[in-house]
């Protein structure tokens, strides 16, 4: 056990470093990150004394290694938009993602994994079409246009909910449900996949032998065993929810990072755009990790391995 979380976080540690070269090496080749910022009118003067207070004229090793020094502290430099440090302009919104996304994760688990268990118990019948349906469906409908007509239905036509902001808990509502409909359908449909394929298993005809209840058979056995592999892909979806916060937080005019990072890279601030991979690489990382030690935790063959 020890020893495969060691190995996990050695992994993690160097995913990050990964990460920190990735973003360093993005600012670099999207041009001179001098003349994005500054406006067509600045002089050669003007770029040359900015280039040179920034420390773009060092070689690209010491630059990298700048970076990395302050990456590691969270030091990515000002923001051209703000004045502020570019983390510090991030770590403020970031409270209203998570928000967001706890919402959207919420919802997905309240429709996807009762859906999923009727799926599969009503194999074949009209229940289990529906829901199939319905699941495919939120799997295609993009973000932007579900957000779009629920503004024009719940809040144009009937006026029941805010279009935008953080003002009052009816304003989450909307923005979590567009953004929880793709996992909830990601959910229902592998829960489903998993548990037929469970209840084929010997060790369930070997239940239904001792005359164990249909309740106790699908709650204890297939579900207990099909809770394995929907966590691992629950951690891909809860580091989607995320970052494909972009587009809802855009549509729905939300105060957290996903619009902070539409909104910065319109204005070139660089800086903040950095400071928001890296934020949202961490959380892929440790995430993953957290899903791989539950993992363990839950399916003890991969304390033997």
């Not at 359908?185 to 209840?213: F, H, P, Q």
């Not at 709650?219 to 394995?228: D, G, T, V, W, Y």
């Not at 204005?267 to 892929?284: G, K, L, Q, R, T």
């Amino acid at each position: 056990m020890a020893k495969y979380l060691a190995k996990r976080l050695g992994q993690s540690l160097i995913a990050v470093l990964g990460i920190t070269l990735v973003v360093f090496l993005v600012l670099n080749v999207a041009g001179d990150p001098v003349q994005l910022m500054l406006p067509p009118s600045a002089s050669q003067a003007d770029i040359e004394a900015m280039r040179e207070e920034m420390g773009f004229n060092d070689p690209i090793i010491v630059q990298f290694g700048r970076f990395l020094k302050g990456a590691v502290v969270g030091d990515f430099g000002m923001s051209y938009n703000y004045n502020e440090p570019a983390m510090a302009v991030v770590l403020e919104r970031l409270p209203a993602t998570l928000k967001l996304a706890g919402a959207a994760l919420l919802i997905s688990l309240i429709f996807g994994i009762p859906a999923g268990i009727i799926s599969a118990i009503k194999r074949n019948s009209k229940t289990d079409a529906v829901i199939r349906s319905i699941s495919l469906l939120g799997q295609c409908i993009p973000a932007f246009w579900l957000g779009i007509m629920l503004i024009m239905i719940f809040s144009v036509k009937l006026r029941w909910l805010p279009t935008s902001g953080n003002d009052s808990w009816k304003s989450i509502i909307m923005p979590a449900f567009t953004l929880g409909v793709f996992t909830a359908a990601t959910i229902t449909r592998l829960l489903r996949s998993n548990m037929l394929e469970i209840m084929t298993k010997e060790y369930i005809d070997v239940a239904k032998a001792k005359g164990l209840g249909g309740y106790m058979i699908v709650m204890k056995h297939a579900f207990k065993n099909a809770l394995s592999s929907i966590l691992t892909v629950l951690g891909l979806q809860i580091a989607s929810l995320i970052g494909g916060a972009v587009i809802t937080e855009t549509v729905f005019g939300w105060p957290g990072i996903g619009r902070l990072a539409v909104q910065s890279i319109t204005n070139s601030d660089f800086m903040v755009v950095e400071a928001i991979v890296f934020i949202m690489a961490i959380s892929f990382t440790l995430i993953n990790l957290v899903v791989d030690i539950l993992y363990c935790i839950i399916n003890p063959r991969i304390k033997m391995q």
